[in-house]
T-cell receptor, first 114, second 113 residues
Framework: GENVEQHPSTLSVQEGDSAVIKCTYSDSASNYFPWYKQELGKRPQLIIDIRSNVGEKKDQRIAVTLNKTAKHFSLHITETQPEDSAVYFC?????????????FGKGTLLTVNP | DVKVTQSSRYLVKRTGEKVFLECVQDMDHENMFWYRQDPGLGLRLIYFSYDVKMKEKGDIPEGYSVSREKKERFSLILESASTNQTSMYLCASIQGAGANVLTFGAGSRLTVL
């Protein structure tokens, strides 16, 4: 089955700096890569996703890049703010048919220091 | 907004007890999931279901079973709770047919003594 590795496990940055979280996946059939943000005490919520036919996607201060050949994808957050502090999870899925199984990475605790 | 409701936010059970965790979604989603969340281990899939009465094992199904008698309800069952099942349990659902956005419930924190 799919295996998703996520690094780093913790990341501390100063407000205004950029943050990068990296993930690798093992199943070449995976074609959908979402990122979820979980604030303390809350449920995970989707912040951005990318499909395998796209190399990069941006949404305001966040962007995701995908390298299918190397089987890795990354989350980039620019101009970080204290409210970006949370646990971020990457995931991978080979969607299609009845299979909507998402395999998650272990998470990255991002702390943005004011 | 899709709502995924987990009936119990906090439970305390004793070793050997049978535990039921209930999850209900209100948007006619086909696919439902149970994840377990532990610090440093991320979200691990226990079981999922893509239709009524259908279920498939996830990555860590041992010690758990599930029931999906109605489309909107997906129950996680611990037949004989053990202390290593103390954890946060998250239910989620996806509509299906190309939609991949998981909507999570608020979670059920289970403590087994």
């Amino acid at each position: 089955g799919e295996n998703v590795e996520q690094h780093p496990s913790t990341l501390s940055v100063q407000e205004g700096d950029s943050a990068v979280i990296k993930c690798t996946y093992s199943d070449s059939a995976s074609n959908y890569f979402p990122w979820y943000k979980q604030e303390l005490g809350k449920r995970p919520q989707l912040i951005i996703d990318i499909r395998s036919n796209v190399g990069e996607k941006k949404d305001q201060r966040i962007a995701v890049t995908l390298n299918k050949t190397a089987k890795h994808f990354s989350l980039h957050i620019t101009e970080t703010q204290p409210e970006d502090s949370a646990v971020y999870f990457c995931a991978a899925s080979a969607s299609g048919g009845s299979n909507y199984k998402l395999t998650f990475g272990k998470g990255t605790l991002l702390t943005v220091n004011p | 907004d899709v709502k995924v409701t987990q009936s119990s936010r906090y439970l305390v059970k004793r070793t050997g007890e049978k535990v039921f965790l209930e999850c209900v979604q209100d948007m006619d989603h086909e696919n439902m999931f149970w994840y377990r969340q532990d610090p440093g281990l991320g979200l691990r899939l226990i079981y999922f279901s893509y239709d009524v009465k259908m279920k498939e094992k996830g990555d860590i199904p041992e010690g758990y079973s599930v029931s999906r008698e109605k489309k909107e309800r997906f129950s996680l069952i611990l037949e004989s709770a053990s202390t290593n099942q103390t954890s946060m349990y998250l239910c989620a659902s996806i509509q299906g047919a190309g939609a991949n956005v998981l909507t999570f419930g608020a979670g059920s924190r289970l403590t087994v003594l």
